[in-house]
């Protein structure tokens, strides 16, 4: 137990939302009693709070997370090869974001109507191209982990959702709480959180 | 000429060619409707660029003499720039913008170069440099036939791989030249009713890739009948040709320059559920189709999608604005700005999050809301994504509306609604209203009534039967 990992706790929670334990220990890739140990540290430092069962940050948790992670992408003088990497993330996007939706719902009669799963054939398509978009990811995450280790965690995150999927639980690819979009998601808040990119056009928060 | 067609009535060949962008803005032309002057370089230049990794033979004389008659037709020059975008006269330079267009739409997918010919570096080098940047914008429209995400689009939606697409250069028109130009997008009919009534987005004094961006908030279309009456008068009277000619509803890209109205796009049809079964039956009454065209447009996925509930927009609803909707319902609960207040206000009812956009940070608050709303992102968001995944009713890209956490308000134009008003949204239109509206269902709908009254004359069969068994009986004997 490092303090390095407690602050990988405190980010995760800036980037993944409340969550229950077993989430956040995921993400952190921590066991759940590690994990647990420094939410409690944390919690006692009023860094973050526990409410119905999920774990999420205070105002000064989100505030210290800032300052800590601006401190790291310092110290690993990381900025441009992390932004570089960023800029390669967001054209990517873009094509995740048309493929989650075409998984969800499927165009017939110039009408989005909802997937129901009941086309093989459709739902192999979504999945080849899917995997084509995860093959070309695996080169960007490569390159975040280059500047910042912490990101290569995303991959195995990526790459577990999308295992479930192939195992037929199709929720794991944009409707579950660990789905694929999910995940994605995160990572993507986590670049903007890291850069200190303001998400696009948010008056306030 | 091999390769290139100029934008002019005299010019025949097919959209296959020319791509439905360049096809459209010729039959424009051939309805002495005003398109900006230019040229199109035909999906065959694609493909040989594609197979062979350079322009084909003749490609480049055949652009250089294209941009010289661009040049005569204009009465300026090309790559003169120097950046000044509004010279006075003739010392204003030729810019042009250079779009892709395959024959079939692929909306937003391949890439747009725009203002070619205003970089700065234009004073200090030759003209030649601008033509060297017209190939290199050329090359890239052609290329990214070929990126990922075309190509997942083309996978996605059964389009064929080898088709190419057709690369439109236009001089450029200014929607941001002053306080009388501007650019928007109009529908011949609003395509969440079938209302016959132009339908659509204005954006006064910017151009239309400022609202894609984000930059700017876009005006309902009808404000241009108050602004630019002789804009108005003249967009009203080229959609009627326009649906005269194509003989179906149709939506046109235009752009407003110091008052005078130029046309960069129009597209037939593309109506869906409700719209598209009034527009087929109103057509037919219009004496432009008969009526088994009327009863062959519209598919049993348009009557199902007709019987999705809406808020109904007459006049006593209170519309207090549209965005575009992510995931269909209509739902109707208490703003919440934030998504710790949208978990804490869940416990007594029903709860709207409205948000600027959303973060993972806000997935509790979705998750405890009944509906969500953003003024950003588009069906393809996070947001969406997340609202789907969820099973909540969304709007998003309801550009007029801010959020104000701070204050704990929410704006809509010049209203102000506290956190805790009551509003009620539609995941299909994108409407959100004030209060609790009433809500529409096709079960009164007397133009379906009539398309299947017509449908049963078709098929002979006049006996009771749901909906779709009357449709697909008359669709058999087309």
Redesign the interface.
């Known amino acids: 137990m490092t303090s390095s990992d407690e602050s990988a706790v405190l980010h995760v929670l800036?980037?993944?939302?409340?969550a229950e334990l077993p989430r956040v220990a995921d993400a952190a890739g921590l066991p759940d009693l590690d994990a647990e140990s420094y939410l409690i540290d944390l919690a006692t430092a009023g860094l973050v709070t526990r409410?119905s069962g999920?774990w999420?940050l205070t105002e000064s948790g989100r505030a210290e997370d800032a300052r800590r992670i601006t401190r790291e992408l310092g110290t690993a003088g990381a900025r441009d090869a992390l932004t570089a990497a960023y800029e390669k993330f967001m054209v990517l996007n873009?094509?995740l974001?048309?493929?989650?939706?075409?998984w969800?719902?499927r165009?017939?009669?110039?009408?989005?109507?909802p997937n129901d799963h009941s086309d093989p054939s459709y739902d192999a398509?979504?999945l080849?191209?899917f995997a084509?978009?995860d093959r070309?990811a695996e080169a960007v995450i490569a390159d975040l982990a280059a500047a910042l280790p912490r990101f290569g965690r995303y991959r195995g995150r990526l790459t577990a959702a999308l295992d479930r999927v192939r195992a037929g639980a199709l929720e794991h690819l944009?409707?579950?709480?660990t789905?694929y979009?999910?995940v994605w998601?995160?990572l993507?808040?986590d670049l903007l959180a890291t850069l200190g990119i303001p998400?696009?056009?948010?008056?306030?928060? | 000429m091999t390769w290139i067609y100029p934008l002019t009535p005299g010019t025949g060949e097919s959209a296959d060619i020319l791509g439905g962008k360049g096809h459209g803005l010729i039959t424009l032309r051939r309805l002495g409707l005003p398109v900006p002057p230019g040229f199109v370089i035909g999906t065959p230049a694609c493909r040989a660029f594609l197979r062979d990794g350079r322009f084909p033979d003749g490609l480049e004389t055949e652009l250089a003499a294209a941009v010289r008659t661009l040049e005569n037709t204009t009465g300026r020059r090309f790559g003169s720039g120097g950046g000044r975008r509004f010279g006075s006269g003739g010392g204003r330079p030729l810019a042009v913008s250079v779009r892709s267009g395959a024959a079939v739409s692929m909306p937003g997918m391949m890439d747009t170069v725009l203002n070619l010919g205003l970089t700065t570096e234009a004073t200090a080098t030759v003209p030649d440099d601008a033509m060297g940047r017209l190939h290199a914008a050329v090359r890239t429209v052609f290329t990214s036939w070929h990126s990922p995400r075309a190509t997942t689009y083309r996978e996605l939606n059964g389009i064929p791989h080898d088709l190419g697409t057709a690369v439109v250069v236009q001089a450029m028109v200014f929607g941001d030249r002053d306080e009388h130009s501007g650019t928007g997008v109009a529908f011949s009919r609003d395509p969440n009713t079938g209302d016959k009534a132009p339908f659509g987005d204005v954006l006064f004094g910017r151009q239309g890739d400022d609202v894609v961006s984000g930059r700017s908030t876009p005006d309902p279309l009808s404000e241009l009948a108050a602004r630019e009456p002789a804009v108005w008068e003249q967009l009203v009277a080229a959609l009627h040709q326009l649906e005269r000619h194509y003989r179906d509803a149709c939506h046109v890209e235009f752009t407003f320059e110091t008052g005078a109205l130029w046309f960069l796009q129009v597209r037939p049809g593309g109506l869906t559920g409700r719209a598209a079964l009034r527009t087929a039956v109103d057509l037919a009454d219009e004496h432009l189709i008969d009526r088994r065209t009327a009863v062959r447009r519209v598919s049993a996925r348009h009557l199902q999608a007709a019987r999705t509930p809406r808020i109904d927009t007459g006049d006593e609803t209170d519309l207090l604005t549209r965005g575009r909707g992510a995931c269909p319902g209509v739902v109707s609960g208490r703003i919440a700005v934030t998504a710790d207040q949208a978990a804490h206000m869940a416990a007594d009812g029903p709860v709207i999050l409205v948000r600027p956009d959303t973060s993972p940070l806000d997935m509790h608050g979705l998750a405890a809301a009944a509906g969500v709303a953003t003024s950003r992102g588009g069906p393809t968001s996070h947001a969406a994504v997340v609202a789907r995944a969820m099973g909540k009713p969304a709007v998003v890209d309801a550009a007029a509306l801010t959020v104000d956490t701070a204050a704990d308000h929410v704006r809509i134009g010049e209203r102000l609604l506290p956190a805790g008003t009551l509003i009620t949204i539609d995941g299909t239109g994108g409407e959100i209203a004030l209060g609790k509206p009433s809500i529409t269902t096709e079960t009164a709908d007397t133009h379906l009534d009539r398309l299947l009254t017509w449908a049963d004359e078709l098929s002979g069969d006049h006996s009771q039967r749901p909906a779709e068994a009357r449709l697909s009986a008359a669709h058999a004997r087309l």
């Open positions: 800036r980037c993944i939302g409340y409410t999920a999420g873009p094509e974001l048309d493929l989650c939706s075409a969800q719902l165009t017939v009669d110039g009408m989005a109507t398509r979504v080849e191209r084509d978009l070309r944009t409707d579950s709480m789905s979009h999910t998601f995160q993507h808040e998400r696009a056009w948010t008056a306030a928060r």
